[in-house]
């Protein structure tokens, strides 16, 4: 098991796990606005109430399925598969930037091995940087905190090598 826990900046709405050179977006799995995750080729997307700013991310991967977290900690939960192609391994990506740009160092050199993997995702704090995204008061630049526990939104992603590519679960909306 490998855990690490950092900031990612997030814009717009999203950031990315890619793997590999040919990651795409064709094929990306339909899903109601609402959702958390979605998957395309060698991609999933994660989304966020947070724009132009930074959350904080504690990636965990594990040798098998663990078990559901206590879902009354965290707002919303799902769950989904997708087969990474690898070369090179899949890594955080934030949106139009390059890989490693946006990430706290803890974060850059995550990466799990090709292959498929099931990706169970968490967050709270979403509405609470929604609004204060809208009142203008959500930190940017130079003013988002260094300790990512100070961001409002918090993501947990955990992460585990499956045979077979499942369809996407949700574990709290």
């Known amino acids: 098991m490998e855990e ?48 132009a700013s930074a959350v904080g991310l504690r990636a965990v991967t594990h040798a098998s399925e663990p078990d559901v977290r206590d879902l009354n900690e965290w707002e919303r939960a799902e769950e989904v598969s997708v087969a990474f192609d690898g070369d090179p391994d899949p890594y955080f990506l934030v949106p139009f930037q390059n890989p490693g740009v946006g990430l706290d160092s803890d974060l850059e050199d995550f990466y799990i091995a090709p292959g498929s993997w099931r990706v169970r995702a968490y967050v709270r704090g979403s509405q609470l940087a929604y609004e204060m995204g809208l009142a203008g008061t959500l930190p940017k630049g130079d003013d988002i905190p260094s300790d990512p526990a100070a961001l409002p939104e918090q993501f947990l992603i955990d992460f585990w090598p499956v045979t077979s590519l499942d369809p996407a679960r949700v574990l709290k909306d």
């Open 4 to 51: 690490r826990y950092g900031r990612i900046r997030v814009s717009p709405f999203q950031f990315y796990i890619c793997g590999g050179e040919s990651w795409d977006f064709e094929g990306t799995e339909q899903w109601p606005a609402a959702s958390l995750l979605k998957t395309g080729k060698s991609l999933v997307t994660v989304a966020s109430k947070t724009d």
